[in-house]
């Protein structure tokens, strides 16, 4: 049974500036055709500034679409491999409130 929901998945697959353009468009989308899901895929390899790229575009842009999509019926998922690499702000509660944790399986245990 399907949720009913359109259902949108953003990774870093872009050069930069067709990237935080590409962001701005599918929220946009989301918030159109809501109820809707956006999924932020590998949400830490979304910059590439530096080490820990706390400033960069993409981020700031999914900071402010988070934010206009509050309220909206949109929910918001993502997925990250190094969450230490994320801007605080970005992941402070209000635009992120649940974390879940997910060891990769042990073969030897299975």
Do not use: W
Not at 8 to 21: A, L, T
């Amino acid at each position: 049974m399907g949720s009913g929901r359109q259902t949108y998945v953003i990774r870093k697959d872009r050069p930069d500036g067709v990237f935080v353009d590409y962001i701005r468009e599918t929220f946009e989308k989301a918030v159109k055709n809501a109820p809707s899901i956006v999924l932020l895929d590998d949400l830490d390899k979304f910059a590439n500034e530096d080490m820990y790229h706390r400033d960069a575009e993409e981020y700031v842009t999914v900071q402010a679409c988070i934010d206009e999509a509050k309220n909206k019926d949109v929910f918001i998922i993502a997925t990250t491999n190094a969450i230490q690499e994320l801007p605080d702000s970005l992941i402070r509660s209000g635009r992120f409130d649940k974390r879940f944790h997910m060891n990769f399986p042990n073969p030897e245990k299975m």
